[in-house]
């Protein structure tokens, strides 16, 4: 994709929207830590469903670690892998107070450190509650930038790194954003919705499905 296309990508996705912002429901860098591990191969829907009876009563690293792995694990029995995940999580918390005094690190390497915490969570925690330009490459972002164009690659950190290369630095901030919810309800795995695409035109994707026939343009008239 040429470098005026990918700017008019985004400054189309911008105009649709924008001030973007995630599906999770948070109020603390923490709990957007625990919603995100939480997030792995389960829906954001489902993720606040557990996570609004979770923070009600414990939403900090210390609170979380007193209900301990098995009281954890009542409140996420309904997310997938969530036995792993409550490891993952009380693991955390208990690094979090000896190392940080129970707060979340605004660095990269520390939030890495962190067990259960892999780059891309990393990247979504910097970028949502810190205001960092990370791109937290997804299945849906991995999706859209092969499919139009904006950044090929085969694995997750080329398309991320290429993503930094390519986007323009003025979007760069929302980007995640703009790509993930694209992916989302637009640009779709199974069937995207190509005719309804507002960026349609600038995508490389050859396999775009189409949109209504004029016969069937005027039989909605």
Known sequence: MKPADRHELFARLREID???RTELVYSTPFELLVAVMLSAQAT????NKAT???FSVANTPRAVLALGEDGLKKYIATIGLFNAKARHIIAACRLLIDHHDGIVPD?????????GVGRKTANVV???AFGQATIA???HIFRVANRTGLATGKTVEVVERKLLKNVP????LYAHHWLI????????????HCPQCIVRDLCAYKHKTPGPTSGERAGRA
């Open 107 to 115: 660095d990269r390497a520390a939030l890495e450190a962190l067990p």
């Open 137 to 139: 490459v997804d299945t």
């Open 169 to 172: 630095e003025e979007f760069r």
């Open 52 to 54: 609004k009876k979770l």
């Open 181 to 192: 919810l694209h992916g989302r309800y637009v640009c779709k795995a199974r069937k995207p």
């Open 44 to 47: 954001d829907v489902g993720v």
């Open 18 to 20: 924008p001030h973007p």
């Open 126 to 128: 910097l970028n949502v």
